[in-house]
């Protein structure tokens, strides 16, 4: 009982604020987010991070680079450690904008953020690799709405 007790105090609920992690959250979207504390996300997790202590602001990312990995984008497509990512996520949407070639390395103690909007999101490819010690939690449920039904076009 008292793990279960402890499982759910990790627990907290996000508000998701825009859309540069859509298609995968939308304006509007409530999380679960499980909190950690100076852990190592995986790649691809969705991890709530608080950049600035003095700004109440949360930002919702996918970490797409570790540390000691090598980010790039080359004519439109991203690169981690000189392969080739495909981001089905992304629904269609491009990897980058433009075809411009950037690199970073991530330190030990970084990740590489970026939202799945790319031409509506500030991440990454602005900021440089985040600390660590910026990820708040990682989201493992969208709680609302429950069901977000499909649009025809």
């Known amino acids: 009982m008292v793990r279960l007790w402890n499982y759910v105090r990790s627990l907290s609920l996000v508000h998701v604020n825009g859309d540069s992690m859509a298609p995968t959250f939308r304006d509007g979207d409530l999380l679960l ?4 504390q100076d852990a190592v996300p995986d790649r691809g997790d969705l991890v709530v991070l608080k950049l600035q202590e003095a700004d109440d602001m949360t930002h919702v990312k996918r970490v797409v680079g570790l540390p000691g990995d090598t980010i790039a984008f080359d004519d439109g497509s991203l690169f981690v450690n000189d392969g080739a990512i495909s981001e089905l996520y992304l629904g269609g949407l491009p990897q980058t904008l433009g075809l ?16 799945d909007n790319r031409a509506h999101s500030t991440d990454s490819r602005e900021y440089g690799p985040v600390p660590l010690s910026t990820i708040r939690g990682v989201a493992k449920l969208r ?3 429950i069901v977000r039904r499909r649009t025809r076009r």
């Open 33 to 36: 987010v499980s909190r950690t």
């Open 100 to 115: 411009e070639s950037r690199r970073w390395t991530v330190a030990n103690d970084e990740c590489f953020v970026l939202g």
């Open 143 to 145: 709680i609302w709405p």
